[in-house]
Structure formats: C-alpha cells, structure tokens
C-alpha cells in the first residue's frame, strides 16, 4: 500500500504546478461562480466511493490544494472498525463543494444517514443508522479508505473543464469590447 500513496503523493504535486483560476485558490464570488462551471463541465463521478477521489483532485485543481477534506460518516461504523460509509467534500469559502458544485453540510452528511434495516452494514438501531461524524481525513487516509484509481481521469476531465470554462470566459470578455 505504501508504494500506491507515495506514488499519489508526487501525483498531487505534479497536479498543482498549473496555477488557480486567479494565479491562486478562488478569491471573489466570480471565482466561486468558475468553479462551479468547471465542476458542471467535468461532470466527474462522485458517488459510489468516487467521492474522495473527487474531492482530491477538486481541491488540487480547483482550490490549489487550500480547501479542506471533509468527510461526513456514520459514527457507529466508523467507531466499530474505522470504515468510512458516507460522503467527502472540500471545504472552502465556508461552503462545501463536491462533484455537484456548492452544498450546505446537511446535504453532505445526510450520505453519513443509513438505511437501518440494510443488511449490508448490520446496524441495531436508528441511532446507530442516523448519527454521523465529520472527519477531516489527510489526502492519504482517503486513498487507503477508497483506493486511487479514478484520480488521474478525473485531474484531466477537472483541467480540461477549466481550460474550456476559461476560455469561454475569455471569449466573452473579448466581445464585450
């Protein structure tokens, strides 16, 4: 496993030598409103345990890695064995960004919520089922909870998207004058 991390970690590093939307990690509104066009643009999968892997390489592209990773996920799993069941998000500007672009926390941890009669997750009661946790994972406790497969692709779809979104913008502006 720990050749799989260290070869992510130069991965990362090698995803932030392209500056942010602004020479840096968004600044005003507009800036927000970009990312939010380039996520819509990537259309990156973020479900179905994509969503740390998302959010990796959200923060690296979008935000030059100064968001946090956050996770949202059921407490009782997470005590019992340290199995992370729920969703992973950055956090930036005081809101949460995911593969749909800007959320509220309750929307990030209802994914912590589980059904308590799944049989996959042999919970006993709701409350084991209801209560979630927030965790601040590093990028590396993420990689060795969900695997690394998808962030390659998706630091391309992500970089790609804002070259397009950026040059659409670009565009604009120059039929404005």
Request: charged residues 30%; negative net charge.
């Amino acid at each position: 496993m720990k050749p799989i991390i260290e070869n992510w970690k130069i991965f990362i590093k090698e995803s932030r030598d392209e500056p942010g939307i602004l020479k840096g990690a968004p600044e005003t509104q507009e800036d927000l409103d970009t990312v939010f066009d380039i996520i819509v643009k990537a259309d990156l999968p973020g479900f179905s345990g994509a969503c740390a892997e998302a959010a990796i390489a959200i923060n690296n592209v979008l935000f030059d890695g100064e968001g946090k990773l956050v996770a949202a996920v059921n407490e009782h799993l997470w005590n019992k064995n340290k199995r992370m069941v729920g969703h992973v998000a950055v956090f930036f500007g005081g809101s949460y960004w995911d593969t749909e672009g800007e959320k509220e926390w309750e929307d990030i941890e209802s994914w912590g919520m589980l059904d308590p009669e799944d049989p996959d997750y042999n919970l006993n009661t709701e409350d084991e089922a209801y209560k979630v946790v927030r965790l601040t994972p590093t990028e590396e406790e993420l990689i060795e909870h969900f695997g690394g497969c998808l962030y390659p692709k998706m630091v391309r779809q992500l970089k790609n998207a804002k070259r397009i979104v950026l040059e659409d913008k670009l565009k604009g502006m120059l039929k404005e004058i």
